[in-house]
Every structure is written in C-alpha cells, then in structure tokens.
C-alpha cells in the first residue's frame, strides 16, 4: 500500500489541511484503513479501490473512525490521480453517493480540483442542543452574528454552522473537547462550522473536530460545501455566486477555499481548492 500525503487547499505545504492518500487500496478491510489513519494521525486519509467502469470507490477514515465523506482529502486524492494519470474528470463513489470532480492546469501549471457535492440541506438547531453548543463552546449568545442564524448544514456530513460577531470572537476557541465530543456523537455532527463574516462573499471560518480526535481542522471541504448550501437556502447570496473561505490562518496553517453556489435550489455545491505534496 502505497502512502501519499498531501496538503489541500493550499500551495504552500505549511498551510492547508494535511491528507493521506492511498490510490490503491484493492485488498485492504476497514481495519488496515483505520490503522493506517491512525498512524498518519491526519484528520482523514482516502483510501482509493479503482472499479472496472472507470470511476473510483473511495472511504476515509479520520484516526478514530470512518466518516461517510471529507472534502479536503478528496481534493487532495483528486490532485494527486491527476499527476500520476492526468488531469480530467472524475466519478467518486463514497457513503454519501456519487461525487463529480474535474481537474485542471492553471495558468501557473498547478493542478486544482473541484468537487459537485451532493444536494445540500440545512435543518434548525433544537434550542436546547444550540445551548448546550455554545456552553461547551464558551460563547456567549450575545456575541453571535444575528443576521447568519444557527443552523445545521448537510452536504454530505452535517455541521453546525455558528456565526460569530467579531472576528475577535473566531480567534478566540477554547472549548471543552471531551464533552462537545459526546454532544457531536449524539447528534451526529462532524464539525462544528464557526464562521465571520467579512463581506457578503468573503468569510473566515474555524472547525471544531474532537469526533476526529483533533482539536481544529483547518480546512474543510466538506464543511465549506454544506455552508454553501446554508447561504443559499438561506437567501443570504446574490446568486449564482462564489464565495471565498479563508481557514486555518488562526492556527498557522493558512488555506483559501472556493466555493461556488449556483442559483438552482437544490443543486449541488462547487467546492474548489488546489494541492500539495508533502
């Protein structure tokens, strides 16, 4: 089994969210996948099995467990099947169904990728369950961002999406992990969203991640496309539109995020991010 590491979202292998990539993995069980995670100890590797009809099965796994889908790692597994076979378009067969994503060259020859997520959705957040987030949070309802109601967003996972007012409020995290774990477990959340807003287009954006044993990711595809979805449904976008998603600046590993949002109710989101081998 041959292992690949990547950082997505970033051209700079200090910024961006770090990956494992196996292009190969016909053979392996669950258990080798989750071993191999947990040695790497980034928040998800990809493990690939080639099919017979071109398309490309593929599970991750954080170092705690399998998740249905992880929109960094597929950008990096994207990055990296283009180098080795060539840019173009891929079919990626995972938990959450098919996911479309093309590959290209930019004008400075770097490779980049962009995946169509499945049909997004946003549910509210039960008052309760929403208390009990910002308490393990240590945020103040007060310091939230009126105008981008908390909401649970899907487009592949679900994240709860939280709106701070100031940036200094993003900057400041330090949460009770244990206990948010729990809170996530029950609910079945993958990341919590926590966002500021700098412009209607432009956002800063930290995740919570204890389900993955981390702490903070710093870049989330995943996450990035359910939020997509959110802004839509929630009519807080001229449409069609692109948003920029800055994340991970907070914990030195700065990567930018594109995320384009068609006009189509339901359709699904554009995610967009470039790649680098470690």
Request: hydrophobic content about 45%; glycine content about 10%; aromatic content about 6%.
């Amino acid at each position: 089994m041959e292992i690949l590491r990547y950082s997505a979202f970033s051209l700079d292998p200090a910024g961006g969210n770090p990956a494992g990539v196996v292009l190969d993995a016909s053979g392996a069980d669950a258990a080798r996948m989750l071993a191999v995670a947990a040695e790497l100890g980034y928040s998800e590797t990809a493990f690939v099995t080639p099919r017979s009809d071109g398309s490309l099965g593929v599970r991750y796994f954080s170092p705690l467990a399998e998740v249905p889908f992880c929109g960094h790692a597929t950008i990096a597994t994207a990055v990296a099947y283009a180098q080795r076979h060539g840019v173009g378009n891929l079919l990626l067969r995972t938990r959450i169904g098919d996911v479309p994503v093309a590959t290209g060259r930019g004008g400075d020859g770097a490779i980049s990728a962009t995946l169509t997520s499945v049909a997004p959705t946003s549910v509210v957040i039960a008052r309760r369950d929403l208390a009990e987030l910002l308490r393990l949070l240590r945020w103040p309802e007060s310091d939230l961002d009126a105008a981008l109601p908390p909401r649970s967003a899907y487009a592949g996972n679900w994240h709860p999406v939280i709106a701070a007012g100031s940036r200094a409020r993003l900057s400041d995290l330090d949460y009770d992990m244990p206990a948010l774990a729990a809170l996530m477990a029950r609910k079945e959340w993958t990341t919590i969203h926590l966002v500021w807003r700098e412009s209607p287009t432009v956002f800063h954006v930290r995740n919570a991640f204890p389900p993955g044993g981390v702490v903070e990711d710093p870049a989330t595809g995943a996450a990035a496309a359910a939020f997509g979805g959110y802004l839509r449904e929630l009519g807080l976008l001229d449409l069609p539109a692109t948003v920029t998603v800055h994340q991970g600046h907070d914990m030195g590993r700065p990567g930018t995020i594109t995320v384009t949002v068609p006009a189509e109710p339901g359709s699904g989101i554009r995610v967009s991010g470039s790649a680098v081998r470690l």
